[in-house]
């Protein structure tokens, strides 16, 4: 069974910096994109953030989130990274993990696990 499970939220000013993390489990990192998406109380779901770890690293950032956050993972531990900086209070939200439904960033993602509540107080 495909499993994702978030970590590494919190209570933070702004300003301030956050590192989440997420295991993954019952797929291989080297064949799937994977990534972060967040959603806010009475806010659709937003992606804020993709990357191909066993196809040469390549990410993809929301506009909102571009300079300030940064995706990495570790294939070998299936274990992906959100380093969240200079946060804002528009960045509070719960944070999910999820796998793509293939390498390409385009087809969405097909499974997420619980997620991880990320608040920024100004």
């Known amino acids: 069974d495909v499993q994702l499970q978030a970590s590494g939220g919190g209570l933070v000013q702004a300003g301030g910096s956050l590192r989440l993390s997420c295991v993954a489990s019952?797929?291989?990192?080297?064949?799937?994109?994977v990534g972060w998406f967040r959603q806010a109380p009475g806010k659709e779901r937003e992606v804020v953030s993709c990357i191909r770890v066993g196809g040469g690293g390549s990410t993809y950032y929301d506009d909102s989130v571009k300079g300030r956050f940064t995706i990495s993972g570790d294939g070998a531990k299936n274990t992906l990274y959100l380093q969240m900086d200079s946060l804002k209070p528009e960045d509070t939200a719960v944070y999910y993990c999820?796998?793509?439904?293939?390498?390409?960033?385009?087809?969405?993602?097909?499974?997420w696990g619980k997620g991880t509540q990320v608040t920024v107080s100004s």
């Open positions: 999820a796998k793509v439904g293939s390498n390409y960033f385009s087809d969405g993602m097909d499974y």
């Open positions: 019952g797929f291989t990192f080297h064949g799937y994109a």
